[in-house]
Nanobody, 121 residues
Framework: QVQLVESGGGLVQAGGSLRLSCAAS????????MGWFRQAPGKEREFVAAISWSGGSTYYADSVKGRFTISRDNAKNTVYLQMNSLKPEDTAVYYCAATIYSIFVMRYDYWGQGTQVTVSS
């Protein structure tokens, strides 16, 4: 099993940047592909970005492509989401998740508790 703890959320003005971190417990972090999801009030949770276990492959939702960058440091058991050019519609609770499957399968077994990101206009 792996436990995930997100951090780095907060309040930022439109056009600003934030970097989210997700720290994972356990020795097998490098065996998991990792993803970021978000859920805005009154909306369903949606996929944001994913990265393979090695970091060699990444995948983004069209809504964040070119603005967000996912990365990982397996030595630190941490995955990051760098968010630039933030928009009010990026406001949501952001969750990281881990999966033993390919990043294209969209099946995640482990979830963090979430961190709030609020973008003011």
């Amino acid at each position: 099993q792996v436990q995930l703890v997100e951090s780095g959320g907060g309040l930022v003005q439109a056009g600003g940047s934030l970097r989210l971190s997700c720290a994972a417990s356990g020795r097998t972090f490098s065996s998991y592909a990792m993803g970021w999801f978000r859920q805005a009030p009154g909306k369903e949770r949606e996929f944001v970005a994913a990265i393979s276990w090695s970091g060699g492959s990444t995948y983004y939702a069209d809504s964040v492509k070119g603005r967000f960058t996912i990365s990982r440091d397996n030595a630190k058991n941490t995955v990051y989401l760098q968010m630039n050019s933030l928009k009010p519609e990026d406001t949501a609770v952001y969750y990281c998740a881990a999966t033993i499957y390919s990043i294209f399968v969209m099946r995640y077994d482990y979830w963090g508790q979430g961190t709030q990101v609020t973008v003011s206009s």
